[in-house]
């Protein structure tokens, strides 16, 4: 059974770019959630969709955005990118709603 | 809101030594308890959680840890580290009835422990 899935694993964009991460679930998970990972601020949940709608988003600005389509991949965008934007994104699928989350590897995004 | 603590953002234990890592968390409720471990360059893996039942929890790769509710604890233990227990070690935990009863999947992380294994 695959993993999670993470496209891509790596990015460098410039500062006011804009970036589209995408996340292929587990076979059968309606779950998607988004973190972001960086070493001052440590893990940070970004938002979470189950069957299309998101149901809880973090304290993030709204630059931030994601969706989920009706095959449960989902993508995150960033506008406007920033410095500070720099870090792990890490993607997390479960069969439903506070079940086992199973994360994928990440996008490593750098902004310059 | 929930927060969890990890007392020791570094710990460093010599091979065949016990290996604890803590863990408190502060929930008006219990909640759902984690542990997971990213080594460099990956995704997060889940060692084990506490959901209901029993509270001592074994995991995987000979991890195990025990939910005191009086304590608000959930402290990771290994009876003998080996070398390639070395990676940095997450508690988290995720509250069905925080904001409203719509956190669902949402899991707040602590900061973080990275474990060192001397041979």
């Known amino acids: 059974k695959a993993g999670v899935t993470q496209t891509p694993r790596y990015l460098i964009k410039t500062r006011g770019q804009q970036v589209t991460l995408s996340c292929s679930p587990i076979?059968?998970?309606?779950?998607v959630s988004w973190y972001q990972q960086t070493p001052g601020q440590g893990l940070q949940f970004l938002f979470e969709y189950f069957s299309e709608t998101q149901r809880n988003k973090g304290n993030f600005p709204g630059r931030f955005s994601g969706r989920q389509f009706s095959n449960s991949r989902s993508e995150m965008n960033v506008s406007t990118l920033e410095l500070g934007d720099s870090a792990l994104y890490l993607c997390a699928s479960s069969l439903l709603p506070n079940t086992e989350a199973f994360f994928g590897q990440g996008t490593r995004l750098t902004v310059v | 809101a929930q927060s969890v603590t990890q007392l020791g953002s570094h710990v460093s234990v010599s091979e065949g030594a016990l290996v604890l890592l803590r863990c408190n968390y502060s929930s008006s409720v219990p909640p759902y308890l984690f542990w997971y471990v990213q080594y460099p360059n990956q995704g997060l893996q889940l060692l084990l959680k506490?959901?209901?039942?029993?509270?001592l929890v074994k995991g995987i790769n000979g991890f195990e840890a025990e939910f005191k509710k009086s304590e608000t604890s959930f402290h990771l233990t290994k009876p003998s580290a080996h070398m390639s227990d070395a990676a940095e070690y997450f508690c988290?935990?995720?509250?069905?009835?925080?904001?409203?009863?719509?956190?669902?999947?949402?899991?707040?992380f602590g900061q973080g422990t990275i474990l060192t294994v001397h041979p």
């Open positions: 988290a935990v995720s509250d069905p009835n925080d904001a409203g009863g719509t956190s669902y999947g949402k899991l707040t």
């Open positions: 506490y959901t209901t039942g029993a509270t």
């Open positions: 076979s059968g998970h309606r779950s």
